[in-house]
């Protein structure tokens, strides 16, 4: 929270008092949320596809996973007896947790009134919170894989969130804030700059937006395989629209990470000012990079195969290795050149 507040002062100059009482600007603050919403289930569509593609299959259309959202809001959901309250409010909670972290992320402008709020280590606050009740959800049904999921995934939780935190303050040491608006302006001040702490960090981020959104190496989120499975684990006893719920909020968490590293890495093409053509242009921006995002995510599930459980501390130990050695070379490089 006090990272929050001082990282907001920042954005005093940025965010004047006329943004914050402009009701455009708070009309492209609710359509980027809105934007989140809507495209998250098109970009695993699309990530299906292009592992169709590679894998030489034809495979559902890209639309196909707005198919199966409708199908499950439309069926009963069915809770069983053994379960408690936490059980039933769970995906609310997952949903609306993820909804809120999407929310602060800029996506297409940075002058916007969520800008004061868009704190990297709230938007970590937010994700922990649904992975609690996520987690909880589990263990409340009382079945074995259930657990299973459960502690499998506190256990890659507990060692990808430090991996995370310390890749994104090599960010916040290099822009002197941890607000993710200003980040991104002064990051598009400053150019294209090569800075060898900003590779480790994306490097870094990039094999723990792997392990927290369940996707090859650490998890598998096509299949049922009892002893293999984490992420779903802790859905099986989930049906109708709770269900639906946690797929999407599995959708919106994926999208957060492919934008995040996007605007943070590769910050071309964000709006900073609010015009309609600025708007559009940015929109056209994160589209292209989140296609493009996907199909390397697609080519390295096709590659490479899932490893054992017990291998996943190994390779979040190597994603903190790589983030430590960017704080490093950030100290060593760049505060004393």
Request: charged share 10%.
């Amino acid at each position: 929270m006090i990272a929050a507040i001082a990282s907001s002062d920042i954005l005093l100059d940025s965010v004047s008092g006329s943004d914050l009482l402009n009701p455009f600007a708070w009309l492209m603050a609710i359509l980027q949320a809105f934007l989140f919403v809507l495209l998250s289930p098109l970009l695993s569509g699309w990530i299906h596809k292009c592992k169709a593609f590679l894998q030489n299959r034809r495979g559902a259309p890209v639309l196909q996973p707005y198919r199966d959202l409708r199908k499950l809001f439309g069926k009963e959901a069915i809770v069983a007896e053994t379960t408690s309250i936490i059980f039933r409010i769970a995906p609310y909670i997952v949903f609306s947790s993820t909804l809120l972290a999407v929310a602060v992320i800029p996506l297409v402008a940075t002058m916007l009134p969520t800008a004061a709020i868009a704190d990297i280590i709230v938007l970590i606050g937010f994700l922990a919170l649904g992975r609690f009740f996520l987690v909880l959800a589990g263990l409340d049904a009382g079945t074995a894989f259930g657990g299973m999921g459960s502690s499998r995934e506190t256990m890659i939780s507990s060692m990808a969130e430090p991996a995370a935190l310390m890749a994104i303050f090599i960010l916040a040491m290099t822009v002197h804030t941890t607000n993710l608006a200003a980040a991104i302006e002064l990051s598009l001040q400053n150019g294209f700059v090569i800075r060898p702490s900003f590779l480790f960090a994306l490097i870094a981020l990039l094999m723990v937006a792997v392990a927290e959104t369940g996707r090859i190496p650490i998890d598998n989120p096509s299949t049922h395989l009892e002893l293999t499975m984490i992420h779903e684990a802790m859905l099986l006893e989930y049906s109708g629209r709770h269900l639906a719920l946690m797929e999407w909020s599995a959708s919106l968490k994926l999208m957060l990470y492919g934008v995040l590293i996007s605007n943070i890495f590769f910050p071309w093409g964000i709006a900073t000012e609010l015009t309609v053509p600025a708007i559009l242009m940015a929109l056209l921006a994160i589209i292209l990079k989140l296609f493009v995002l996907a199909m390397i995510l697609a080519l390295s599930e096709t590659v490479l195969a899932k490893m054992r459980v017990f291998r996943a501390p190994q390779y979040l130990n190597l994603a903190f290795f790589l983030a430590l050695l960017g704080m490093i070379s950030h100290l060593v490089l760049e505060v004393h050149v």
